[in-house]
């Protein structure tokens, strides 16, 4: 059965969960704080003089159905199911947060950890807040609909630094009028535009969990990459994590073309003033580029409304929420027709005003 870590509380011996307001471990039970780093360190001396446990032979295999394994919680030997990329959880039955350290080793060891500044209690004003003042949101949605467990997630993400360089071809044209007593006349000129030029980018982020939706963590960046952290277990506790389960290869188109279009909205900017400017040829390679893996604290949440599933989510370090609402097709209707009538009684004011007032 795979290795299940608990941080326990030195002093009164609870599960302890790292808290997003202190920025350190903190015991839920006796409310003492702990720095991450000695908190690892006590329990590695306390590891070494614990005495080895006797090996019970089973004849029963770890669960694995359907992608589904088994595990052993520390504190009450309560039976954990998880999926195959569960790194972190908390125990049903106890409460007690658990790490499963397996799932974050070796090549899926992430490098570096942006901790929660956010609690729970932020992401449910967020999300209350994020309801105010939408005129075409159905009356009934905040009353009527279902908002499930609201999550603290770690989501593995790719962060790609690399050295882009880019060639660019526009088509352009001037256009030139003018008169004489006869005529009057049109020039127009014909241009090849073009442009190169090259960028540095750094920890150009794409998430590398299939659960997760690519437009939803996309919307919430950007995070403060400044205060990323060495990765440490510690940070887990209390929160859920994921092992990736999208490969570093998988998401380079996406790369690739984040870099392109911030490439080819830069060389656009240099062209000068065209009557048009269209674009006729562009490419743009990366001839140096690292992946590295970062866990990125994300809150989850959803909300079911009329057999429907609205997802959200919220950036556990800035609070940027994004999400879709519903949209109340009547409402929707009857403000647009309000803003047709409007519009076409400021035309028929301003055509009454043009005519002049009749003698």
Not at 34 to 46: I, T
Not at 90 to 110: E, T
Request: glycine share 10%.
């Amino acid at each position: 059965m795979p290795q299940v870590l608990e941080y326990k509380c030195p002093k009164c011996g609870g599960g302890i969960a790292f808290d997003s307001g202190a920025q350190k471990m903190k015991c839920p039970y006796c409310e003492t704080e702990f720095d991450a780093e000695v908190l690892r360190q006590f329990h590695q001396a306390e590891e070494t003089h614990t005495p080895e446990e006797t090996e019970w032979e089973e004849s029963a295999q770890p669960w694995e159905e359907g992608g589904l394994q088994g595990y052993r919680c520390p504190s009450c030997a309560g039976a954990l199911v998880g999926e195959a990329t569960t790194a972190a959880t908390r125990c049903p039955y106890c409460g007690n947060p658990a790490v499963l350290p397996d799932r974050l080793s070796g090549a899926f060891r992430p490098e570096f950890v942006i901790p929660f500044k956010l609690d729970k209690q932020a992401a449910m004003k967020a999300f209350e807040g994020n309801l105010k003042g939408k005129r075409l949101l159905p009356k009934r949605f905040k009353d009527e609909s279902v908002l499930g467990e609201i999550t603290g997630v770690y989501v593995p993400f790719w962060l790609h630094d690399c050295q882009a360089q880019a060639q660019t071809t526009y088509r352009a044209t001037q256009v030139h009028h003018w008169s004489d007593r006869h005529y009057d006349y049109t020039r127009t000129d014909h241009y090849q535009v073009r442009r190169a030029g090259e960028a540095a980018f750094a920890g150009i982020p794409a998430d590398g969990s299939k659960k997760m939706d690519d437009a939803l963590m996309d919307a919430m960046e950007p995070y403060e990459y400044r205060e990323m952290r060495p990765f440490k277990m510690t940070y887990l506790s209390g929160y859920l994590a994921d092992q990736y389960d999208v490969s570093a290869q998988e998401v380079r188109q996406r790369v690739h073309g984040r870099a392109a279009g911030t490439m080819a909205q830069a060389l656009r900017g240099t062209v000068g003033r065209y009557a048009t400017c269209e674009l006729a040829h562009q490419n743009v390679w990366l001839p140096r580029a690292r992946a590295r893996l970062a866990l990125l604290p994300v809150w989850t949440l959803h909300a079911k409304w009329k057999d429907k599933t609205y997802a959200f989510a919220m950036n556990g370090q800035t609070g940027k929420f994004v999400g879709t609402l519903p949209c109340d097709n009547g409402r929707a209707a009857g403000w647009f027709f309000g803003i047709f009538c409007g519009i076409a009684a400021v035309g028929g004011l301003l055509a009454l005003l043009a005519g002049g007032v009749p003698q």
